[in-house]
Structures are given as C-alpha cells and as structure tokens.
C-alpha cells in the first residue's frame, strides 16, 4: 500500500514569516511530487510539481525533492494571511500518469 | 486556460435515491479521468480511473455497482452514486488528464457536495 505522510498541524507561521512543510512516502520508484493548496469546500489548486532531486522555485514558494530519503518539502517565504488553507502533497503514480495519491494535508494559518 | 465544469456543485438527496455528477472539460480532451472523494477533514481517496471508451478502473474498496462511471466521450465523464445512503455524503471530485503536444496536465473540477439524508 502506498503511502503519503504528512504532519496535519495546524501550523501557525506569523504573517512575513517562512513556513516549513514536509512530507514522506513510501513507493521507492515515485518520479512525480506536487503540492497543493485546498480551501476549505474548493477543489485543490497545483502551487508545484518536482521531478527531479534538488530545490525547484517559484516566487514565494521553493519545493525540494530528495530521493534517497523520500522526501519532499515546500517552503513558503513571506507568509500571507492568504496562504491560510490546507496543503496536500501528492505523489504520481507509475502505472497512470495523473493518478495521484495524496497526504492527509497539512493546515497553515498565517496569523497577522 | 483549461477548464473542467463540474456540476452539480451541491446536491441534497434523501436515502436511496441515485445521484448523477457530470465532469466536463471545456476546451480540451481528457482521455483520462480520475474521481476522488474526500471525506471532512481528510484527504482526497481515489475511487476509479477512467479512461475514455473502456471500464473504469476502481480502486480497492469501492463497489464498482454502487459508484457508476461513464466515460462516452473525450469530454464528459460521469459519476452516478446509486442507492445513496448517509455514509456516502462527502465532497466528490475529478481531475482530467489532458495530453498537450510537450506535457501532459491535470485539471480538477470544482467539486460536489454530495449530503445524503
């Protein structure tokens, strides 16, 4: 059974500050990792996808993926009180590109 | 960009009764659509895969008779919850799989908030 660990805090990150979000999995073979950002009652938003180990940045947002440790993280640098939401890490799956299997999600609230 | 219409977006049904969840993609084909359900406060569980003009695909635990998938077309899928009970209220989501000439991409649909009373 494949699996996809997250903390469910909630975290709470003082607005300006830098949130730290990790994530675990279990299928070795795993190329494909996302974040995503859910609101509550709305479908999930893509912020990120990493394929390859290493850092990969997007404005605020900076995943990292490592391999060898089954590891994927995201940092979100200034930290806004939009960013307020759930974020799911999600691993794609090698016998179906697209099928995703997703974490239990992490809660940030971004305090003012 | 690519959209898929997901309708209804709620949905109030007494026990027993069936209920139809259309995902459509607007502007581009989607050879393959994923249903998730996500219960409160969980994550999204994958149900099925479908792929367009063949079976669905169920993932371990979901009664295939109970949850219908069609998938006729390259632009419309559809979950049929069949018989529903209170138990399967929950918030049902696709995600389509669309094929561009470099990548591929996913695009999820808005959701359904399915309550059953």
């Known amino acids: 059974q494949k699996e996809v660990e997250q903390n469910s805090g909630p975290l709470s990150v003082p607005e300006g500050a830098i949130a730290s979000l990790n994530c675990t999995y279990s299928d070795r073979v795993s190329q494909s990792f996302f974040w995503y950002r859910q609101y509550s009652g709305k479908s999930p938003e893509l912020i990120m996808s990493i394929y390859s180990n290493g850092d990969k940045e997007d404005g605020r947002f900076t995943a990292q993926l490592n391999k060898a440790s089954q590891y994927v993280s995201l940092l979100i640098r200034d930290s806004q009180p939009s960013d307020s939401a759930t974020y799911l890490c999600?691993?794609?799956?090698?016998?179906?590109?697209?099928?995703?299997?997703f974490g239990a999600g992490t809660q940030v609230v971004v305090t003012p | 960009g690519a959209v898929v219409s997901q309708h209804p977006s709620r949905v109030i049904c007494k026990s027993g009764t069936s209920v139809k969840i259309e995902c459509r993609s607007l502007d581009f084909q989607a050879t393959t659509m994923f249903w998730y359900r996500q219960f409160p406060k969980q994550s999204l569980m994958l149900m099925a895969t479908?792929?367009?003009?063949?079976?669905?695909?169920?993932e371990q635990g979901v009664e295939k008779d109970k949850f219908l998938i069609n998938h006729a077309s390259l632009t419309l899928s559809t979950l049929t919850v069949t018989s529903a009970h209170p138990e399967d209220s929950s918030f049902y989501i696709c995600s389509a799989r669309a094929r561009g000439p470099t990548n591929e991409k996913l695009f999820f649909g808005s959701g359904t908030q399915l309550s059953v009373l």
């Open positions: 479908s792929n367009e003009g063949s079976k669905a695909t169920y």
């Open positions: 999600a691993e794609g799956g090698t016998d179906s590109w697209g099928k995703l299997q």
